[in-house]
């Protein structure tokens, strides 16, 4: 993702915290729900805004009535960190301090949350007590053909079937079906109508228009496409928007108090993910907690 050269210039001459503190507070939209989840004291935190504030000369908050909203240059701020720390997460989910034994790699299709992949990952290995290096890779499909190490993955997620060509080397472990509701920002206000799409190529596009076709009453305007799950998720997060996705995508957020669900439990649809392994069986153990794990996120 593009990020202006200023800002980065000035995110390393600045202390990283006072900027993360600052992210949260903007996400929240409350200095004292951010100083609750990220357990510090309310006057700690806003002493850590002010400095901020200070050494950047402008104003990143302003009082409406007993709330705070972000200033103009605040929102600007707030989008280039809402980028950086995702890529932060991003990077250490995929990392394990610890010495590693085995690398485990994973392939996904890019309509696949991999913050979801990547936190279940680290969730089997904690419970497991396993060593194993997750390596996530992105691969449009799985196939023979593709010139890439294909052979070395020992798990793919997909919304697709796997082509004839590739079933020599994975099997279908199981298909799993996770509800789809509509999200909205609870922190950030967004137009109800104003509708976030993945990309065309994407199931999950097909799935919302088919939807859309049959719901008359129901008037969405696009305002954005996208071909990562990840900046969907943001979006909505942000307030540019509302979106149609899996609840497990969203449950972090939603626990944190940052989007809104409607819809029926069961979702307005039901999403698949089919999930291939490799037969190997010394990762047997290690993939059904995963799938189990996986199974649990939808059941809200």
């Known amino acids: 993702m593009y990020l202006s050269l200023n800002f980065v210039m ?14 949260e507070v903007a996400k929240f939209g409350s200095i004292s729900k951010a100083a609750k989840h ?15 504030e200070d050494n950047l ?10 709330s705070i909203a972000l200033t103009e240059r605040g ?9 950086v720390f995702q ?72 919304n697709k079937s796997l082509s004839s060509s590739s079933k020599g080397l994975l ?19 967004a137009k109800e109508k104003n509708l976030i799409m993945p990309s065309k190529s994407f199931s999950l ?18 305002q954005m496409e996208s071909d990562f799950i990840s900046s969907l998720i943001f979006s909505v997060i942000n307030g540019y928007g509302v979106a149609f996705l899996p609840i497990s995508y969203m449950l972090d957020s939603m626990q944190e108090g940052l989007v809104l669900k409607y819809g029926p439990k069961k979702g307005y649809w039901l999403h698949k993910l089919n999930i291939y392994w490799s037969n190997e069986e010394q990762y047997q ?16």
Not at 10 to 23: P, V
Not at 38 to 52: A, G, N, V
Request: glycine letters at 4%.
């Open 10 to 23: 000035l995110a390393i001459s600045m202390n990283y915290n006072h900027l993360f503190y600052f992210y």
């Open 38 to 52: 990220l357990t510090i004291s309310q006057p700690s935190l806003s002493i850590q805004i002010k400095t901020l």
């Open 57 to 66: 000369g402008f104003r990143l908050f302003e009082k409406k009535g007993r």
């Open 75 to 83: 929102q600007k701020v707030y989008l280039h960190c809402s980028r």
């Open 87 to 158: 890529s932060t997460q991003e990077l250490f989910y995929g990392f394990d301090k610890k010495e590693v034994t085995k690398n485990f790699t994973i392939g996904i299709s890019p309509e696949v949350d991999s913050s979801l992949i990547l936190e279940t990952s680290q969730k089997v290995n904690t419970i497991l007590k396993m060593k194993l290096k997750i390596k996530l890779i992105s691969k449009m499909d799985f196939n023979l053909e593709d010139g890439g190490n294909s052979s070395d993955i020992s798990l793919y997620i997909t």
């Open 171 to 189: 099997s279908l472990y199981k298909t799993i079906k996770i509800p789809v509701n509509l999200f909205q920002s609870q922190v950030h206000k």
């Open 205 to 222: 596009r097909d799935e919302t228009d088919l939807y859309l076709k049959q719901v008359v009453d129901e008037k969405f305007d696009i």
């Open 285 to 300: 153990q290690w993939i059904k907690h995963f799938v189990i794990l996986l199974m649990k996120t939808k059941k809200v």
